[in-house]
């Protein structure tokens, strides 16, 4: 079977037969892609540990007919051990690998793009500082939510916080909408909109651009609506809630 090399964050993973695992994985070159790990689960797996979520893997691969062969993986940055103590970067990582993994919609379509978001995301979610409610000190729920914006951006989605998303007139606006795409003018303002603060609008502005230095400015308070209007913006447009989201609110 031929074989091919590519870097790889791993995504997922699920039990095949006794000794087996189906592992799912964003890499650089191939985007998603599903492989069988052949006797990883057993005691004696080389590289078993390797191909856990989160990790950074060097893999080379045989091409399959239905799934491809993991026939070998070496660790590049080991991100699932720096993350598993801390349960608040932990849960906001496995949101960000869930995100990844839906975003990206097609096995072996390169998404280049979504691979550099995420990686540079595990990146800083290990880098962060402080409280996972706090946005001041660029704590894990404001490094998770910059994610998700800049990753709905790529996939399409890209919202809006300054011009109404559907006259295009600039704002301010006080008026915020998922499924209009963003803020609203008095005039486009659709029932069941929200109204966040100025701060807040502000805020989601800088977490897309990825401006910290506004960002480690913010008040606290505008960054927990500034999370929960990410999150409604983002159940909109996957239109299936995620199944790691809910151990994150709590």
């Not at 695992?21 to 191939?30: A, C, E, F, G, N």
């Not at 045989?62 to 991100?79: C, H, K, M």
């Amino acid at each position: 079977m031929p074989l091919y090399r590519d870097e790889a964050i791993v995504l997922r993973t699920q039990k095949l037969g006794e000794a087996d695992r189906i592992v799912t994985v964003l890499s650089r070159q191939h985007g998603r892609i599903r492989a069988v790990a052949k006797g990883v689960r057993r005691t004696s797996s080389k590289f078993g540990s390797r191909l856990e979520p989160f990790n950074y893997v060097d893999l080379q691969l045989a091409e399959g007919r239905s799934l491809d062969v993991i026939t070998q993986a070496e660790t590049l940055t080991p991100y699932g051990a720096r993350l598993g103590g801390d349960y608040d970067r932990y849960t906001a990582g496995t949101v960000m690998l869930e995100t990844a993994e839906r975003l990206v919609m097609e096995d072996k379509e390169p998404a280049l793009q979504q691979f550099l978001l995420l990686l540079g995301a595990l990146r800083a979610l290990t880098e962060s500082e402080g409280p996972a409610d706090g946005v001041a000190v660029r704590g894990p729920l404001a490094v998770l939510d910059s994610f998700l914006l800049r990753s709905l951006a790529v996939a399409g989605y890209a919202p809006s916080f300054d011009a109404c998303a559907r006259c295009g007139v600039v704002g301010p606006h006080r008026a915020f909408s998922p499924a209009a795409g963003g803020a609203l003018c008095p005039g486009c303002r659709v029932p069941g909109s929200a109204s966040p603060a100025d701060g807040t609008m502000l805020l989601l502005a800088a977490l897309l651009t990825g401006d910290w230095a506004r960002v480690q400015e913010a008040d606290p308070r505008h960054g927990r609506e500034a999370h929960t209007l990410v999150t409604a913006y983002l159940a909109w447009h996957l239109e299936r809630g995620l199944k790691s989201l809910p151990h994150l609110v709590r």
